[in-house]
Structures are given as C-alpha cells and as structure tokens.
C-alpha cells in the first residue's frame, strides 16, 4: 500500500503543474526515504506548507501567514536570513515588508521601484528565481553584501511571487555558502504561490 504522505504530496505535485507552476516536478514535495541526509537538514515540504496553509486561515493577516511561512522554509529549505519583498505596481514602489532579523535586518518604508539591474531582469520581469551560491555572487547581487556576511550569509535566493502573470514579491532566503541549489526550487515555488493572498493584502492597504 503507497505512503499515505507520499501520495498526497504526489497529488499535490500534479495539482500544481496543471495551475501552472512549470518548475514545480511531481514527486518534488515527497523526498525519498533517507533523503534529509542528503538535503542538508532539509525537512519534507509538505506538512510545512500545511501549516502555511493552516496559518492563513487565522486572524492577524498577513503578518500570521509570513511568520509561519517562516518558520516552514528554515525548516523545509533552510535560511539564516528571510526577508520578504513587496511591489506595488499601481505606485511604482516596493517594500520589505517582514524580516525574521529586525534588529540588524529591519523593514522598511516603501520605496521606488528601481527599474534595471539583474533582479529587477531576472526576478522580476523574467519571474524566475536566482540564485548566489557563493560570497562573490551575494557581493555581486547585493550592496549590502558585508551586512549580510556578517549575518552568517554567503548565499541567497531569490524567488519571484507571481499572480496573474505579473511578479508581486519576492521571498528572499540567505544562509551558509553553497546552500541553496536547483531541487530547492521545486518547493518554493509551492511557498511562494502560498504567499499571494498575504502580498496581495499588503497592497491593498498601501
């Protein structure tokens, strides 16, 4: 008889291609026995993005959906460092608008959307993740590359939140060097697409 989980996150998978989410391979939310070893202390995705799920059910939206989410990716793909970017088309601006390190990370107001560079290309624009496996790409993609290190971060991805054909956030991870890689995306792209009710509340205030 299959696994009860593993056929669920198999549903899940195929559910999730159907809506359209192409990086997102069936089988990617149910990793094979023994493979937490292997992930580097990453957990099986999908009771995380259960709780992600539960969460935004809650009062006390969207900071409830962003502190699970939280918890769900250190745990599901790892990160010292998670920030969360908003963009507000509607007034040419964007915001960070949750940090899990606000004393030496905060948040800040909103500020104009900053139209060039590579992650307003790639990210953005394109909608497609990128990722700085090492120091050198973190110092490239970031200006703020030294805070980071200081951090315990030498690696970041980031990864476009998209509704509608149009990116409206970013979820943002940094950790150690060489942590993040391509299998990672998979399950974040289940993450993030549970983050657009959230993204899309925040707006709505603005």
């Known amino acids: 008889m299959p696994d009860r989980g593993t056929t669920a996150a198999s ?5 999730a291609l159907a809506l359209g989410a192409p990086t997102l391979a069936a089988g990617a939310l149910a990793r094979p026995a023994g493979a937490e070893t292997a992930a580097a202390g990453r957990a099986p995705p999908l009771p995380h993005l259960i709780d992600v799920a539960t969460a935004s059910r809650a009062e006390g939206q969207p900071e409830a959906s962003l502190a699970a989410l939280d918890k769900a990716l250190a745990a599901a793909i790892g990160h010292k460092l998670f920030t969360v970017l ?3 088309w509607a ?19 909103a500020k104009p959307l900053v139209r060039q ?3 307003f290309q790639e990210v953005v624009l394109a909608g497609r993740p990128r990722i700085c496996r090492t120091y050198d790409d973190v110092k490239r993609a970031f200006f703020d590359h030294e805070l980071i290190r200081s951090l315990g971060c030498e690696s970041a991805v980031n990864y476009p939140v998209r509704w509608n054909g149009r990116t409206i956030g970013s979820l943002n991870l940094l ?32």
């Open 175 to 206: 950790h150690q060097a060489e942590w993040y890689r391509e299998d990672d995306m998979p399950a974040l792209s289940a993450f993030a697409q549970m983050t657009v009710p959230a993204l899309m509340e925040i707006v709505s205030r603005a």
């Open 11 to 15: 549903r899940f998978s195929r559910r």
């Open 86 to 88: 908003v963009i507000n």
């Open 117 to 119: 560079g590579e992650f």
């Open 91 to 109: 007034k040419n601006e964007n915001q960070r608008f949750y940090t899990n390190q606000p004393g030496p990370y905060p948040t800040g107001g």
